[in-house]
C-alpha cells in the first residue's frame, strides 16, 4: 500500500529490493510536489511498470469526453451552511485554465502536470448528489477509459475517498 500526503511518503515493503533506478523513472517531474509523487511511486510494487502515453492529450480529453454526462453542470454541494467551491472544483478550475493556456503558447498536457494524466472530476460534488446506480455508471466510463500502466492524477475531497 502507497499513501502521499504534502509531508511525507509511506509504502508497505513491497518494492521487491530494487534499486531506485529500475523503479518507474517519471519521463519529466516539474515542481516540489511532483518530483514527491514520482519518488512515493517508486516505493510501490516491484510490478509497477507506468508509461506516459504518446497520445496524452488525445487520451486526457477523450476522458473527459466520457465522463461529460456526470461532470457536465455538476454543481457544488452543500454542508454546514456553504455552497462551495469547494478544494477539488478549485483544483479543476485552476488545471483548466492552466492547460487551455499551455496549449494557446503551443504547449501539452505534460507542460502542466509532468508524468500524469489529470482525471478532472468533482467527486464530492458527485457523490453527494448522485445516486448509487448513477455513480456505479460512472466508474465503469472512468474504469474504461483508462488504460493500464499510465499514471493518473486527481484530487479527492470526500472523505471516503
Known sequence: ??????????AAPDNGG??????????????RWLSR?????????????????ADADAHFLEMRRQLRPWT???RPHRYAGYNGP???????????????????????????FGPWVPILVPWTDLIVSEGAGRRRAMFAALRSAMRPGVPYITLVQHDEG
Not at 500500500?1 to 509511506?10: H, Q, S, Y
Not at 472544483?89 to 498536457?109: C, D, M, T, V
Open 1 to 10: 500500500m502507497l499513501v502521499w500526503t504534502e509531508d511525507a511518503c509511506t
Open 18 to 31: 530494487l534499486p531506485a533506478a529500475e523503479r518507474w523513472p517519471p519521463p519529466r517531474v516539474t515542481g
Open 37 to 53: 509523487a514520482a519518488r512515493c511511486l517508486g516505493l510501490s510494487a516491484s510490478n509497477l511498470s507506468l508509461h506516459y502515453p
Open 72 to 74: 457536465q453542470g455538476a
Open 86 to 112: 469547494w478544494l477539488e472544483g478549485r483544483w479543476i478550475s485552476h488545471f483548466e485554465q492552466e492547460y487551455e493556456a499551455a496549449k494557446a503558447r503551443g504547449g501539452r498536457l505534460r507542460d502542466v
